[in-house]
């Protein structure tokens, strides 16, 4: 991309290998599936156990979930045409109980058709829908990255409507399907810039305990007594 404005992470020149990370559904059944970016990968949150920890897993460990029920099929550079193109088949056959979305950084980054976004949403949350999961999506924040690289106001401006834009169509379509979508407030803390790493697109360790902390007490009033 140009400006100086990187992605949420990179895929690998473009080579998507989620189908070969996620095991066969017929062996697997996954209490919860993570759908989603780098952020969602949970890039510069490392784990002691190995990989990244994240929101994601942080989560899991909130809700009693073991990390093994859990399937993070996250990709770095991810947009939602990529979530629903390359992870979602990888998953469609699982029945988790709670689906989380963490994506759409990098569709405000790049530029996004809104209709074509809401479609792909729609088969996300349908999907979800569909399997009787417990579906919750995290709100795209505004990234420090914009007060940090090079780009003209109008840019930055246009940027932040995208976000706008793109949290609008989260919130619609979990209405529609009978989903949650939390409000930017709920976690608004995140627009700390010291829960942020220094490239001001990912969050830190200190940023990703405080969405797993949040979310979990949503996803805890979502779920209710439904064993997941």
């Not at 709670?98 to 209709?115: S, T």
């Not at 106001?153 to 399907?177: C, P, S, Y």
Request: proline share 8%; glycine share 12%.
């Amino acid at each position: 991309m140009g400006g100086g404005v990187p992605d949420a992470g990179v895929p690998d020149a473009g080579v998507r290998e989620v189908e070969a990370r996620a095991p066969e559904a017929g062996a697997f059944a996954p209490a919860m599936v993570v759908l989603g970016d780098s952020v969602a990968e949970g890039q510069d949150d490392p784990d002691p156990a190995g990989g990244w920890l994240g929101w994601a897993g942080r989560l899991a460990c909130h809700l009693g979930i073991p990390r093994e029920e859990m399937l993070n099929a996250s990709d770095p550079g991810a947009t939602v045409e990529d979530v629903v193109r390359d992870q979602l088949p990888a998953v469609r056959e699982l029945r988790p109980g709670l689906v989380v979305l963490g994506c759409g950084m990098n569709d405000a980054l790049r530029g996004f058709e809104r209709a074509d976004a809401a479609a792909r949403l729609d088969e996300l949350f349908g999907w979800a829908a569909g399997i009787g999961a417990v579906a919750l999506a995290i709100p795209v924040p505004r990234p420090p990255l914009l007060d940090l690289a090079p780009m003209s106001q109008f840019r930055k401006k246009r940027t932040v409507q995208r976000i706008h834009d793109f949290n609008e169509e989260l919130g619609r379509a979990a209405r529609e399907f009978g989903m949650s979508f939390p409000a930017r407030e709920s976690v608004a803390k995140v627009a700390d810039p010291a829960m942020w790493s220094a490239d001001g697109i990912h969050l830190n360790p200190r940023g990703h305990a405080y969405v797993a902390e949040v979310i979990a007490d949503i996803a805890r009033s979502l779920l209710g007594e439904r064993a997941i």
